[in-house]
Nanobody, 119 residues
Framework: QVQLVESGGGLVQPGGSLRLSCAVS????????IGWYRQAPGKQRELVAQ???????SYKDSVKGRFTISRDNAKNTVYVQMNSLKPEDTAVYYC?????????????WGQGTQVTVSS
């Protein structure tokens, strides 16, 4: 089992910044990717940023240049630094981990953290 705990959400004005954290614990071996997803009211959950165990990073086009995903292996924590926030970034942000288990992909989710961008 893998546990994911997000933190760092909140209310911020347009143009502001937030840093979300995802603390990873449990049986973390064989995790091959950790991603940040978001879901706005009435919309589907979407992948925002992802980092793989090999260090490959990818972003949703609309956040490129504004969001930065990183990890601290010593702390088993993945971050996403969000700058130049826009009202359309408002959503619940979820941390996701994918783990290889004998050829099967196991997927884990955190509880989510609310990000609201509003003046």
């Amino acid at each position: 089992q893998v546990q994911l705990v997000e933190s760092g959400g909140g209310l911020v004005q347009p143009g502001g910044s937030l840093r979300l954290s995802c603390a990873v614990s449990g049986s973390i071996s064989s995790i091959y990717a950790i991603g940040w997803y978001r879901q706005a009211p009435g919309k589907q959950r979407e992948l925002v940023a992802q980092i793989t165990s090999g260090g490959s990073i990818s972003y949703k086009d609309s956040v490129k240049g504004r969001f930065t995903i990183s990890r601290d292996n010593a702390k088993n924590t993945v971050y996403v630094q969000m700058n130049s926030l826009k009202p359309e970034d408002t959503a619940v942000y979820y941390c996701n981990a994918r783990q290889d288990s004998v050829g099967t992909v196991l997927e884990y989710w955190g509880q989510g953290t609310q990000v609201t961008v509003s003046s």
